[in-house]
């Protein structure tokens, strides 16, 4: 799913990747592909991982990962950073999600009484990249579904979210719910159906795989 | 002319912090906390703080020992960090804490600094960060009235400075330093290097010393400040 998810990313894109999976997406790019990666603690054009002994201490991305620049890259203050993202420039972020809905709102920053660390840049990205798409498992470790008809926990966004790249599928939101156009390896349809937790509009025609 | 000397101890420089006062710290994760200034902050033992920081740093870093001191009543922040010990706090009611989105909480600090009451913005509309602020409508579109942020003190840490207090940033380091070097009635920057007037370059200083009350030399920087390695 996460070498699927990064043929999202065009030439030429100023992409935001979230903490956690999103970030491994950047592995599965070429080392020239043209792309500028933003991270909300102030760079654009992050460059690859560094480990301890390679690292600056004062280099991390926002996820706190030792990471370098490349040439061209800038750094900023905060309220740049953010005036970045508000504005428009990011083409498209990658998120987590706890729960997406079929239209499209997002719930990743809190789980009442359970996790609560904080929205961090969660809300800005959301709802302010010209493109958000989600990276996630399709169920949570209980096996209930992610993706379902309304959300129940806390929103980080309203209606935002595009596109979900799960381990068993890629699905989009529409404006009639969400709609299944690609297929894990593996999966049947039926299991999709079964694992999401409201109606997914099924194709006519077969369902590429990835 | 000559532009005045503010480089000072460090021991000087705290004696500026009283009980219940807000203070702001810049940083992100590591760089750019002041660490050796929240030191002298739990050794001079002012309590009742509102703190202003993105994050709560990790477990024996950084806020960390103020959070663990007692000193903290309220934090104002943006993300505590997945495995922070003001997580805990917050579950038992020991310490008040008030979310914002990572971006408004900088242009609410901004604004602060910049003399203005406040922003008006749409993050979080719809959204229980929205919930119980005042909306206005301009040009048809609704926003949220995000009022100014000011601290008694804010604490920075920058890469060098000049006697005067003008400051120059390193990487990552910047992220909320220049925009709390705005935004409080007191000042206090330590610095890995204080150069002699004319030592920093004009085109290189981000924050102008004029925002500066006290610059404080960093010695050799203890383990607090290096790589993490988890």
């Not at chain 1, 599965?28 to 603690?41: G, R, S, W, Y």
């Not at chain 2, 010990?85 to 989105?101: D, S, T």
């Not at chain 2, 920058?158 to 709390?180: C, E, I, K, Q, S």
């Given at each position: 799913m996460v070498a699927r998810a990064a043929r999202e990313i065009t030439a030429g894109?100023?992409?935001?990747?979230?903490?956690?999976?999103?970030?491994?997406?950047?592995?599965?790019?070429?080392?020239?592909?043209?792309?500028?990666?933003?991270?909300?603690?102030?760079?654009?054009?992050?460059?690859?991982t560094l480990t301890p002994e390679q690292a600056d201490r004062n280099l991390i991305d926002a996820g706190g990962a030792y990471v370098s620049t490349v040439a061209g890259s800038a750094f900023f203050d905060s309220a740049t950073s953010f005036a970045i993202v508000r504005s428009g420039r990011l083409d498209l972020t990658m998120l987590g999600a706890f729960e997406v809905s079929a239209g499209g709102d997002l719930a990743n920053w809190k789980i009442p009484g359970k996790f609560s660390p904080g929205v961090g840049g969660g809300i800005e990205l959301a709802q302010k990249a010209r493109r958000v798409v989600v990276l996630t498992t399709h169920t949570d470790r209980e096996g209930n579904p992610k993706l379902i008809q309304a959300c129940t926990l806390p929103l980080t966004a309203r209606a935002c979210v595009s596109r979900i790249f799960t381990d068993m599928a890629v699905v989009d939101v529409t404006a009639h719910g969400f709609a299944l156009v690609e297929i894990?390896?593996?999966?049947?349809?039926?299991?999709?159906?079964?694992?999401?937790?409201?109606?997914?509009?099924?194709?006519?025609?077969?369902?590429?795989s990835f | 002319m000559k532009l005045p000397d503010k480089s000072c101890v460090m021991l000087d420089a705290r004696a500026k912090i009283k009980d219940g006062n807000t203070v702001m710290i810049g940083g992100f994760g590591v760089p750019g906390t002041p660490m050796a200034l929240i030191h002298a902050l739990v050794a001079h033992g002012a309590r009742n703080l509102t703190l202003v920081k993105n994050d709560a740093n990790e477990p024996g870093m950084g806020v960390d020992h103020l959070l663990r001191s007692g000193q903290v009543a309220r934090l104002i922040t943006t993300h505590l960090g997945l495995k922070s010990?003001?997580?805990?706090?917050?579950?038992?009611?020991?310490?008040?804490?008030?979310?914002?989105?990572q971006g408004i909480l900088a242009e609410r600090i901004r604004a602060g600094g910049a003399g203005l009451g406040g922003i008006l913005s749409d993050v979080g509309i719809g959204t229980e960060l929205g919930d119980g602020k005042a909306v206005v409508d301009v040009a048809g579109k609704s926003y949220l009235v995000e009022a100014a942020l000011r601290a008694d003190v804010a604490l920075i840490h920058?890469?060098?400075?000049?006697?005067?207090?003008?400051?120059?940033?390193?990487?990552?380091?910047?992220?909320?330093?220049?925009?709390?070097a705005m935004a409080a009635d007191c000042v206090i920057a330590e610095v890995e290097q204080i150069l002699p007037l004319g030592g920093l370059a004009p085109n290189d200083i981000l924050t102008a010393g004029v925002f500066v009350d006290h610059v404080t030399e960093l010695g050799a920087l203890s383990e607090e400040y290096a790589v993490v390695r988890r």
């Open positions: 894109m100023i992409v935001n990747l979230g903490i956690g999976l999103p970030t491994k997406v950047v592995n599965h790019l070429p080392a020239d592909f043209p792309v500028c990666l933003h991270t909300e603690n102030s760079l654009t054009g992050i460059g690859p894990a390896d593996g999966i049947s349809v039926q299991e999709v159906v079964e694992a999401t937790g409201a109606p997914l509009i099924l194709p006519d025609t077969p369902l590429p | 010990h003001a997580i805990g706090l917050m579950n038992a009611g020991a310490i008040e804490v008030e979310f914002n989105p920058a890469d060098r400075a000049d006697t005067f207090g003008n400051l120059a940033y390193v990487a990552t380091a910047r992220n909320f330093n220049p925009l709390m």
